[in-house]
């Protein structure tokens, strides 16, 4: 008779013999005619493809990506310890091949095997496989547990979910966006033109966020305008949030051969807690500053919240509700409660829907035919002398982090300015930021970076020479570059790029009526013919990483 008690040393003997083993044979026997009658359940075995298999008696496989670890969510949303077997699988493919950022990988890996460990504490049976692919991983627990189907909630990229419906997965609703693929389908085949504003004032009327009936609490749908403040001069920035590192992230750590980061948590309870310093320390301040880039703090007043969203450690409804609590306190302003909510029901929800709605086909737009290769100043900060470029590549270097203007105004912009290809430009960005996934790199980088999608995002491309990076930073006073200059050696490399994209892209902008004003200024340019020898000069200085 088997004990109960001796399946997990059975499980490890059957798992690799198969049952024309001799030793196995009495088992054989007697499992199999029990078996055809059904009641393997009871017994714990099943004949699988002549092997004796451990089953236990459950009734799907959860498979859980590293995307969507949150308990409540997803597909353990509706699940039962008792009948699911949940599977998570560490994937060769996400963590060799090519040059990810080591925080990227720690974060990510250490997040879902705490998560598989809390899972555990839960008590439900988790499997926690390491293989070539996440399919390899889920045929290797399909087979062992005798072809128990397979639930998960959609996937977050069109690659995965065409190979997990391949591999038979059936997929329960993705309720990690507080918009569903659908409600979003129907907002945008209404549009004429996808613009995000009109999104968030249907998003804000929707959830019912921020209203007075049908007005915007605060009398405005939107307090930009008041939200443009370069970094002011001897200010106290917030202090950061320090994580505190379990013996997980310290095996991971030291796997990955790298000293564990104090900046992220990898556990629910970890994210929750920066979402609480975020709320106490730095929401007061999200609006102003949102814009800045500071060279005495790298995190200013953002949450840094994103790779927890991205990762499902924190639900997005979550959020808000803690920003609103505090908001309706009377400890917020309502000029950086509105800039955040914006962020996450307005950007966030509008950036995951574009990207299923714009469609697989999408991330390949080369629109504007931008052939650069990869400048070597984005793998390496000292390939460059541009202030701005070398500090934002060092911080990202640091952390896998910065805001949302280093990557659009400098580093997008460089990349625009300097015609690099946008899928080259795509993939180092998703290599080496810590929050990057395909669904929110794709339209971030090809609609809204690069234009590269012929303005089917942006009515307009987000170009601009140093006079913006000037007006934002302190980086131009210590810079070797003076960004009022456009020619000679000491011209500022965005300011002389700036106005030659503007001069080789004229058949495509030049009647664009939002870039009169800046066409009306290239035409009073006197200097246009030295200005593109400079850009000459500057582009292949770039490329040998000697500007
Ligand atoms: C070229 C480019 C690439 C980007 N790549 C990513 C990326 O890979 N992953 C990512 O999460 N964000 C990306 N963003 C958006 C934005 O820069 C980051 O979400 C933000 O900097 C994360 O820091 P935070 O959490 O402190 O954000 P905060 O400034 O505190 O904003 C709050 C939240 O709003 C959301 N949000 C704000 N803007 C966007 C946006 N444009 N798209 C999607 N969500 C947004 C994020 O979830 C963020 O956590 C990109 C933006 C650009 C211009
Ligand atoms: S001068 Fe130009 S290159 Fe130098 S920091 Fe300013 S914007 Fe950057």
Redesign the pocket.
Known sequence: MILLADLALLRAILHVLPVSNPLLAPLKFKIAPLADLGWEAVLGFRLHNSRLTYYLPMKRILYIPFDQLHTEYGVLKDSDPKNDLVVMVQSQRMTTGRDWHPQRLYFLISSARNFAARLGELGYEVRYEKAATTVAGLLKVKQEFADLPIYSAYPSSFRMFESLSEFGVNFVENDFFLTSRSDFNLWAERQKSFLMENFYRAQRLRLGILMHGRDPVGGQWNFDKENRLPPPKNYSWPEYFKNEANSIDQDVAKELGIQVPQTWATTQVGASLALAHFISHSFANFGPYEDAMADDSWALHHSILSPYLNNGLLHPSEVIFAALKAFESGAIPIESCEAFIRQIIGWREYVNGMYWFLGPTYRQNNQLQGDRKLLPLFQDSSKTQ????KSIVSDIESRAWVHHIPRLM?LSNLALLTGSNPQEFLDWMREVFIDASEWVMVPNVIGMGLHADGGLMMTKPYAAG?AY??RM?R??KS?????KLRVGENA????TLYWDFLDRHQAKFANNHRMAQQYWGLRKLSDLPELKQRAAQVLSGLEKGEI
């Open positions: 541009m202030n701005c470029v400098v140093g990076i000037s930073s980086y131009c810079c070797v570059y003076d960004p500022c490399p965005f300011t």
